[in-house]
């Protein structure tokens, strides 16, 4: 497993944003006729699920939909033409 897959996540959706291939998911929620709506159903609906996951304390589904919710995260960032910098750079200042 790559330490760094969450930046090749990163590039591969930036990629389906500029590219938009026709059977890709990813391409589909930036051309959505919702537009960014979408995007904010998606991370709604999947902060929920992780939630009702933890509640159950069901570990695979937190998992899950963990990894459910980072994605249409990082959907959102590069639909604000932000990037994962912008992301690093705020958690360092927390930190």
């Given at each position: 497993?790559?330490?760094?897959?969450?930046?090749?996540?990163?590039?591969?959706?930036?990629?389906?944003?500029?590219?938009?291939?026709e059977?890709?998911?990813?391409?589909?929620?930036?051309?959505?006729?919702?537009?960014?709506?979408?995007?904010?159903?998606?991370l709604?609906?999947?902060?929920?699920?992780?939630?009702?996951?933890?509640?159950?304390?069901?570990?695979?589904?937190?998992?899950?939909?963990?990894?459910?919710?980072?994605?249409?995260?990082?959907?959102?960032?590069?639909?604000?033409?932000?990037?994962?910098?912008?992301?690093r750079?705020?958690?360092?200042?927390?930190?």
């Open positions: 497993m790559s330490e760094k897959i969450i930046d090749e996540l990163f590039d591969v959706i930036k990629d389906r944003q500029e590219t938009l291939p059977e890709s998911y990813t391409a589909s929620l930036f051309t959505h006729e919702k537009g960014e709506n979408a995007v904010l159903e998606k709604g609906e999947e902060t929920t699920e992780i939630i009702l996951a933890a509640k159950d304390d069901n570990t695979d589904e937190i998992a899950a939909e963990s990894a459910d919710l980072i994605y249409h995260l990082l959907v959102l960032l590069a639909s604000k033409e932000m990037d994962l910098t912008d992301l750079e705020e958690l360092a200042q927390r930190r």
